[in-house]
């Protein structure tokens, strides 16, 4: 859930990219209007398809929490108890498990080595808890087992927040002073937030893999608990694809951007 806000907020900045660089991105010759200098079809062409997959997976995986929620499992485990047996079992015992606001806030923190989960999944003994904190404990599962991927998404946070950050104004700066140059700078910048999404598929792949192994394995879900487990997780997994999309159709869209005023001074 927290890549596809972010991927949200990403989209409302090309809006006010379009309305500042229209001008510059306009052919030599062509009229001068407002229509052209402040609104831009293509930005519906590259950015609508990723904006409704990004509220369709939004709003699946809510309704199938919601859903799931509401069935208790037989074990009467909640999220937290269902985590701390997935962590024990892989022999992570010095994870500890944290209590923390929100709806759908779960997460495990790889710095503290902490698994925090939301308010509806950790006193909760329902299915929808059993699935999300295996899925976090998967996680940590990961980091403990130095998981390739989950080291290179971790490895590159700190340049992805630099460069998701100042890519747009670096781009911004390149289309206002019509150097094409810097603009690929800007683009190569924010490139670095979908590289960020494209590892965060495998990750959490493997983390909701790892989550229904665990609990099948130890008996804590029965056939149809797991088939629960299996649709919340799915739908989980939905988010992540719609915000590598939503992501990847964006630096398309900076990229036809930089190439139509490329082509312009030609």
Do not use: C
């Amino acid at each position: 859930m927290r890549e596809i806000d972010s991927t949200m907020r990403v989209t409302g900045r090309v809006a006010a990219l379009t309305t500042a660089v229209g001008a510059s991105t306009r052919p030599a010759g062509q009229k001068k209007d407002g229509t052209t200098m402040f609104f831009d079809p293509m930005y519906f062409v590259f950015m609508l398809p990723g904006l409704l997959f990004m509220l369709w997976a939004q709003h699946r995986v809510k309704s199938t929490y919601q859903k799931f929620s509401k069935v208790p499992n037989d074990a009467h485990l909640t999220g937290a108890q269902t985590a701390r047996r997935v962590l024990d079992s892989a022999g992570l015992q010095q994870v500890a498990v944290e209590r923390v606001p929100g709806e759908l806030t779960d997460h495990y923190d790889p710095r503290s080595r902490v698994l925090r989960l939301s308010d509806g999944v950790y006193s909760v003994p329902s299915v929808a808890a059993m699935g999300i904190a295996a899925h976090e404990a998967g996680h940590a599962i990961q980091h403990a087992r130095l998981y390739a991927p989950m080291q290179w998404r971790t490895a590159i946070v700190p340049v992805t927040n630099i460069g998701s950050n100042l890519g747009i104004f670096v781009l911004i700066a390149g289309l206002l002073l019509a150097q094409p140059t810097l603009a690929w700078v800007g683009v190569g910048l924010f490139g670095l937030a979908t590289v960020f999404a494209l590892l965060t598929l495998p990750v959490e792949f493997d983390a909701s893999n790892r989550a229904k192994q665990a609990l099948a394995s130890s008996g804590m879900v029965n056939v149809a608990e797991g088939k629960g487990v299996a649709q919340v997780l799915g739908a989980a997994a939905w988010t992540y694809v719609a915000s590598f999309a939503a992501s990847l159709l964006t630096l398309l869209y900076y990229v036809s951007l930089v190439t139509g005023m490329s082509r312009s001074q030609e």
